[in-house]
């Protein structure tokens, strides 16, 4: 039987399990068994269920309206295990049209498009002790691959001529879990899971947002890739598209014969990418995008979930000029309420490249509800800067100095992601100005950069292999690359630059305190150098020092926060990194000096192009150098009170006298 309340939250768009409802499910009905299916088609004059269970010819098993309303729903006996089924829809017209079902849980393998019966329930989980321990990582490490499925390895790569063959979701479990672990990541975060038609879009353009995609395999192994990557104390982030879908035929556009799931307004209806837009004034497209959401959360443990092209919900076709789409907006703030009373270690992602304010606030404080939001400015910001002569890059200082005059104004994730390798954009080891020689060593100074800057972080596949070869959809990563020394130096320093954030919690602890930061140096200019420090609650304490031009330094006085001992922990002119090895082998001990506001300096040594991270080793932390100045402070203030007093205790001593001499006359 059907679940009224659940209908009800449906209409009114409150529905975060609409999914428990619609779709076909395993059922026994008086004793028989089959399987209940259920669509909201309001629209439709009539409905068909057609499939293999009756050689596709729908005239027996014609659908019933429920409570005479938009929902349509029919129990048919033996129906087995991924049967192929569509709805037989006759439209408003009196078109016969066959779609897939918006709310199955496994679909055909492209290029066919019918749907799969098949049941999620019963999978044993062995991750408890994962999911009960699991937060949204604000004050943890948060060290993101992202990665395509298809495309990180391939048994055979595509060509014009046929199609190439993708690992499964077992092979994945046993390849790409050690990888990321070995590689010292946190989180992986897997492009669309959900089915879609066209290899080319990636899975941005979808069909079924409740089908696992069929290329990888069925729903229990992707299941069972999840529950491994979290026993082996990994994360796992799945990209959702909610503001547009595909205009394939079986899909969404035009489901009923009417505009159900999309605008009735043409003006508003279609995207740039020649896709549909949802009409998010329509409470039951609220609540199927919502269940959605909490579909993957509730049945495949998935950690935390990007939301793309936020942009494109906010504005009207993402374009602040055209206006707010409020009921976006709306949807938005409903979506991330729910989702954080229900789901509430479950982390809301947006990729937003807007300044509309207060992405990452609570709704009831005035924001969207979202957990972070992608450092789209910084990330261009970055990568401008690195593409420049370094001629003028003093000129340019402002580009890596600016992000942090606003970050802590979100819970900002900085990402080089997939859409800065594609496309004729070049890869990151490319967008670096300069010679084969230069572009390395600015790419590793540049990492180093981004990985001891305050906020979560996220590198897509390739990224961390110093690729020349754009990302392509059809092709493998370059693992042959790595018998190159340059490209296999590359790969361990990303390894071991991932492996220090990983093992210094002031790489992550205080990443949205203000208190976790402070620059070191930050206006030199002429030289391009940029220094600072990241702090620990514990005391964890490291200094990172940048050097952005040609320039050498065999001495430069590089300002630190405490007295004591500091030991370079990484350098990116290491050797075994095919660097020249111009760097700092003994541990450096802090010297008595004002240097740009500090109390202390070490002398160090500073390649062309090059980047260090140096450990602090010794007794003082950000608590005792407070309690060091209160104490100076406390000192001064009462050297004053005792001079006030001393100074009083003389003016009453001279009053006294002049009343004493007074008095003896």
């Not at 938005?332 to 270690?345: A, D, L, Y």
């Not at 340059?486 to 790489?507: E, G, I, T």
Request: hydrophobic share 35%; glycine share 6%.
């Amino acid at each position: 039987m059907l679940d009224n309340f659940l209908i009800k939250l449906f209409h009114e768009g409150k529905c975060l399990e609409a999914y428990k409802v619609f779709g076909a499910h395993f059922e026994n009905n008086k004793g028989k068994k089959g399987v209940r299916f259920t669509v909201y088609a309001p629209h439709a004059k009539s409905i068909q269920v057609v499939g293999e269970f009756n050689k596709w010819n729908g005239e027996k098993h014609q659908m019933e309206r429920y409570l005479d309303g938009g929902i349509w729903t029919l129990f048919v006996e033996e129906v087995e295990q991924f049967d192929f089924y569509k709805y037989r829809i006759e439209t408003p017209t009196g078109q016969l049209v066959d779609r897939a079902d918006p709310y199955a849980f496994f679909s055909e393998i492209r290029p066919g498009t019918a749907s799969k019966v098949y049941d999620l329930e019963n999978f044993a989980w062995q991750d408890g002790d994962w999911m009960k321990t699991r937060t949204k990582n604000f004050d943890r490490l948060m060290n993101i691959y992202e990665a395509n499925l298809g495309s990180w390895k391939l048994k055979k790569e595509f060509t014009d001529e046929e199609d190439g063959e993708f690992y499964s979701y077992e092979e994945l479990t046993n390849m790409l879990i050690p990888y990321v672990k070995e590689n010292h990541y946190s989180h992986i975060e897997l492009m669309p899971l959900n089915e879609f038609p066209f290899d080319g879009s990636w899975g941005y353009q979808a069909t079924g947002y409740f089908s696992a995609t069929s290329r990888y395999g069925n729903p229990k192994q992707l299941m069972h890739f999840i529950d491994t990557c979290h026993t082996n104390g990994i994360g796992v982030i799945m990209d959702f598209v909610p503001a547009h879908f595909v205009k394939d035929a079986h899909g969404l556009y035009q489901f009923d014969g009417g505009w159900l799931y999309e605008y009735d307004d043409i003006n508003r209806r279609y995207t740039e990418w020649d896709s549909v837009y949802f009409d998010f004034g329509k409470d039951e497209v609220r609540s199927f995008l919502m269940s959605a959401v909490h579909f993957w959360a509730e049945m495949y443990h998935i950690d935390g979930i990007r939301f793309d092209a936020v942009s494109n919900l906010i504005y009207w076709k993402g374009n602040k000029f055209i206006g707010q789409n409020d009921g976006a907006v709306e949807f938005m703030k409903r979506m991330n309420t729910r989702m954080n009373e229900v789901c509430p270690s479950v982390m809301l992602i947006a990729e937003d490249s807007t300044d509309f304010p207060q992405v990452t606030r609570a709704p009831a404080a005035g924001g969207l509800g979202f957990d972070y939001k992608w450092d789209l400015g910084w990330m261009n910001d970055t990568l401008r800067y690195f593409k420049e002569d370094p001629v003028y890059r003093q000129y340019d200082h402002n580009l890596l100095t600016f992000s942090m005059m606003y970050f802590y104004s979100e819970n900002f994730i900085l990402p080089f992601s997939h859409d800065e390798v594609v496309h004729s954009k070049g890869t990151i080891l490319d967008k670096m100005w300069g010679n084969n020689d230069q572009k390395f060593a600015q790419a590793k100074s540049l990492y180093v950069y981004m990985m001891t800057h305050p906020g979560k972080k996220l590198n897509f596949m390739g990224n961390e292999l110093a690729e020349y070869k754009e990302w392509d959809e059809r092709k493998a990563l370059g693992w042959d690359i790595l018998k190159f020394p340059q490209h296999d130096s590359f790969h361990r320093f990303f390894r071991d630059l991932n492996a220090v954030v990983q093992h210094h919690p002031s790489l992550y602890q205080y990443d949205y305190y203000n208190d976790g930061f402070k620059w070191m140096v930050v206006d030199d200019h002429e030289q391009s150098v940029f220094a600072y420090a990241r702090f620990a609650p514990d005391g964890d304490c490291i200094v990172a020092v940048m050097n952005f031009i040609g320039n050498s330094h065999d001495v430069y006085k590089l300002p630190v926060p405490f007295k004591g001992e500091y030991e370079e922990i990484i350098n990116t002119e290491t050797d075994y990194y095919t660097g020249s090895n111009f760097t700092n082998k003994q541990p450096l001990h802090s010297i008595p000096g004002k240097t740009n506001s500090e109390d202390q300096y070490i002398n160090i040594r500073l390649a062309p192009f090059s980047a260090a991270i140096f450990a602090y080793h010794g007794k003082e932390t950000l608590a005792t150098k407070k309690a060091e100045k209160d104490i100076k402070e406390a000192k001064v203030k009462i050297a004053k009170a005792e001079a006030e007093l001393k100074a009083a205790n003389e003016k009453l001593a001279a009053a006294q006298k002049v009343l004493d001499d007074a008095y003896n006359r």
